[in-house]
Nanobody, 125 residues
C-alpha cells in the first residue's frame, strides 16, 4: 500500500520561500504522474503543479506560474515544490497526489487516486 507524506510547510511572510517535500512510503514508479494541490478554507481543492512520469514535462496553474517549481527524484520516491515570492493568497493546506500512469487533465483532482495528509502553508502580509 503506497502512502504519501508531505513535509516542509510552515508560516512565512509575503515574499518568502518554502520547499515542500512529498515522500512515498511504498514504491512509486517513474511511470506515474504526480502533482501538488492546495485547499484554502471554504474553497475547492485546486491543482497547483504537476510533473509527468519522467520529469521532463511540468504544468502549473496560472496563479503560481513563475513562482513555484515542481521537481521529482524518482530513485528517492520524492517530489518537491519550491515556492518563491509567496503571497498571502497562497495560504492553504497543500497536498501531494499520484495518478497511476501518464498525466491526463493534470490539474483535475478527481484524476488522482492516492493522496497525502497535507501540510499547512501560511503566508502573512
Amino acid at each position: 500500500q503506497v502512502q504519501l507524506v508531505e513535509s516542509g510547510g510552515g508560516s512565512v511572510q509575503a515574499g518568502g520561500s518554502l520547499r515542500l517535500s512529498c515522500t512515498a512510503s511504498g514504491y512509486i514508479s517513474s511511470s506515474n504522474c504526480m502533482g501538488w494541490f492546495r485547499q484554502a478554507p471554504g474553497k475547492e481543492r485546486e491543482g497547483v503543479a504537476v510533473i509527468w512520469p519522467g520529469g521532463g514535462s511540468v504544468y502549473y496553474s496560472d496563479s503560481v506560474k513563475g513562482r513555484f517549481t515542481i521537481s521529482r527524484d524518482n530513485p528517492k520516491n520524492t517530489m518537491y515544490l519550491q515556492m518563491d515570492s509567496l503571497k498571502p493568497e497562497d495560504t492553504a493546506m497543500y497536498y501531494c497526489a499520484v495518478r497511476w500512469g501518464q498525466c491526463y487533465l493534470p490539474l483535475m483532482a478527481s484524476e488522482y487516486s492516492i493522496w497525502g495528509q497535507g501540510t499547512q502553508v501560511t503566508v502573512s502580509s
